[in-house]
């Protein structure tokens, strides 16, 4: 498969969660997407300023590649889901990553307001907590990576037919 078809099978299949995605299919949607967020980020700057000062990127509206992310993020999603399905394996794991990130970020979020709403330093168990949920996201992160590069099942699995038409 290569870039074009990878490109349009993703967004036709834009919330199909069913069936296989090859590797092909999965990596060339997920240059296809940094291609773009990177335009959309490019365009963000020319349009609401920004530069290589970092407290100017920091103080920009990423209004294009925020709505760039909001289109992509079924896509995305949906093909990831595929993928880890084509390696037999259930999507849920996609969905539990993606909840993870979203307590750790959320707990994150609370106890460094909670400490700057008391005009405190966080505590070095907040801290270690911290680095510790981060660190748990990352190695979640590299194992979704890995499965993303892993063959597919050859054969049928109980997702579906194998996309390279192999027999098992």
Do not use: Q
């Not at 490109?7 to 299949?13: A, E, H, Q, S």
């Not at 084509?86 to 999507?91: A, K, L, M, Q």
């Amino acid at each position: 498969m290569g870039f074009g078809e990878a490109v349009r099978t993703c967004l036709r299949k834009y919330a199909t969660f069913g069936g296989r995605a090859r590797r092909s299919e999965y990596w060339y949607f997920f240059l296809f997407s940094l291609l773009l967020r990177i335009a959309a980020s490019i365009v963000d700057v020319i349009v609401f300023g920004g530069g290589p000062d970092p407290e100017a990127m920091a103080a920009r509206t990423p209004a294009f590649e925020s709505v760039i992310n909001l289109v992509l993020f079924l896509p995305s999603l949906s093909v990831a889901v595929r993928r880890l399905h084509d390696t037999n394996r259930s999507g849920w794991l996609m969905f539990g990553f993606i909840l993870y990130l979203v307590v750790v970020a959320a707990g994150v979020f609370l106890g460094f307001a909670s400490a700057f709403a008391t005009h405190t330093e966080p505590s070095e168990t907040a801290i270690a907590v911290a680095v510790a949920l981060a660190l748990g996201a990352a190695a979640y992160g590299l194992f979704l990576f890995v499965l993303t590069v892993l063959d597919g099942t050859p054969g049928d699995n109980r997702y579906g037919p194998d996309p390279k038409g192999r027999a098992g």
